[in-house]
Each structure stands twice: as structure tokens, then as C-alpha cells.
């Protein structure tokens, strides 16, 4: 049974907002809302986690609704650099660090 | 934040023969892991490596297979065994963080082709 799913792939203009929305209804209480980032030819790198409510930093925002059945990664102003494959990931620490398929984000000029 | 090393960066192998990736950090840690990712595909995880103890495998991969070691806590190695050109992949290290439970760090990654 898969933890999350998301969207196989979304497109999107510079300059716009990007909304990515994550479905994982079989979330556990402990568990922790994860996303991560992947260019071409590199490793995943980290871009933000949450637990409930919402999370913001310097690269995205993280909204959780109250049920913690879905999350939304929002990406603001995207240029054509954000161009990569966006992944959900539910767990509880490293030991659960499973993948799921990903959004792949295809920002156009 | 941490430095991953991977090396070799990409290498063509023949089927039959082995390969042994190596993973240096540059600071200590005391998880490392390994994944698969086929090219277009998902990471699939293969083991998860501590030091001072045997790497714990997931299901579908075996020791046998993908012999790891893990002699200190800056470094180690994944082997392919046996290589057969369903083995061509792209293989990552990673560790934990220490900022958020789910974080971590990943190298660039082994690119292997067996032919």
C-alpha cells in the first residue's frame, strides 16, 4: 500500500505560484510530512518538513489541514531553475525513508 | 549541513564482474543508506548501514547481492556482485541529519551501466 501520492507531473510559467498537494490518508500519528527536491544527474536534497498546521522557510511553505490526510508544497514565483522532480515523503525519522514517485515540476519561460 | 563523496561518479561494467561504490562524509554520522534509482524511476532503498553493525537490507535486496560495509563513521561501501544489465542503475548514498528527523543528505550518485 502506498504511504502518498502526488501528481505524476505538473507545468507551470515563470513568475507563477506552484501548489503540489500530496494525498497520504494511512498517515501515521508520529509521522512527519517531508519534501524533497531532485535536478537531473544529483541526490534528493532536502526542502522542507512539517507536522501539522503550516511550515515556511526561505524556499517553500508546507501546508497541513488539521486531518493530516493530505499536505501542499507551495513554491512562490517559480523560475525556471525550480524545473525538477518534487517528492512526498511521510515517516518518522531516517529509518523509514521510503520514496514515492514524485511530482515531476516542468517550469516554462 | 554534510558533504557526501561518491565515487565512482559513473562507471560501464561487464555482467559477472563487481563494482564497489564508495561513500565518504565529511563529518561523522551514524546512518548511511544506499538506494537504487532506475533512470526516470522513484529512489528505491536497499539498506540502511551503522557502524559497528551488519546493514539491515529491504525486502528484495540481499547481503549477498549487495555486500556493505560500514568501517567507521565516515564511510562506506556498496557492492554490486554478480553484475547482470538489470543492475544498471543509479546508486546513492545518503545520512541522516540533524536538523529534522527526515532530513538527509545525499551524494551525486554512481551511475552504472552493465553491458
Known amino acids: 500500500l502506498a504511504k502518498t501520492t502526488q501528481p505524476i507531473s505538473m507545468d507551470s510559467y515563470e513568475g507563477q505560484e506552484v501548489n503540489i498537494t500530496c494525498s497520504h490518508n494511512?498517515?501515521?500519528?508520529?509521522?512527519?510530512i517531508t519534501w524533497y527536491q531532485q535536478f537531473p544527474s544529483q541526490g534528493p536534497r532536502f526542502i522542507i518538513q512539517?507536522?501539522?498546521t503550516k511550515v515556511t522557510n526561505e524556499v517553500a511553505s508546507l501546508f497541513i489541514p488539521a486531518d493530516r490526510k493530505s499536505s501542499t508544497l507551495s513554491l512562490p514565483r517559480v523560475s525556471l531553475s525550480d524545473t525538477a522532480v518534487y517528492y512526498c515523503?511521510?515517516?518518522?525519522?531516517?529509518?523509514?525513508?521510503?520514496f514515492g514517485a514524485g511530482t515531476r515540476l516542468t517550469v516554462k519561460p | 549541513s554534510a558533504v557526501i563523496s561518491q565515487k565512482p561518479s559513473r562507471d560501464i561494467c561487464q555482467r559477472g564482474t563487481s563494482l564497489t561504490i564508495q561513500c565518504q562524509v565529511d563529518?561523522?554520522?551514524?546512518?548511511m543508506f544506499w538506494y537504487r534509482q532506475q533512470p526516470g524511476q522513484s529512489l528505491t532503498l536497499i539498506a540502511t548501514?551503522?557502524?559497528?553493525?551488519?546493514?539491515?537490507?529491504e525486502s528484495g535486496f540481499v547481503i549477498d547481492k549487495f555486500p556493505i560495509s560500514r568501517p567507521n563513521l565516515t564511510f562506506s561501501t556498496l557492492t554490486v556482485s554478480n553484475m547482470s544489465p538489470e543492475d544498471s542503475s543509479i546508486y546513492l548514498c545518503?545520512?541522516?541529519?540533524?536538523?529534522?528527523?527526515?532530513?538527509?543528505?545525499f551524494g551525486q550518485g554512481t551511475r552504472l551501466t552493465v553491458v
Open positions: 494511512n498517515i501515521a500519528t508520529n509521522d512527519y
Open positions: 563529518s561523522q554520522v551514524t546512518m
Open positions: 515523503l511521510v515517516a518518522l525519522n531516517n529509518n523509514d525513508m521510503r
Open positions: 548501514a551503522n557502524q559497528g553493525s551488519e546493514a539491515t537490507y
Open positions: 512539517g507536522y501539522k
Open positions: 545518503s545520512v541522516e541529519g540533524r536538523t529534522f528527523n527526515t532530513e538527509a543528505f
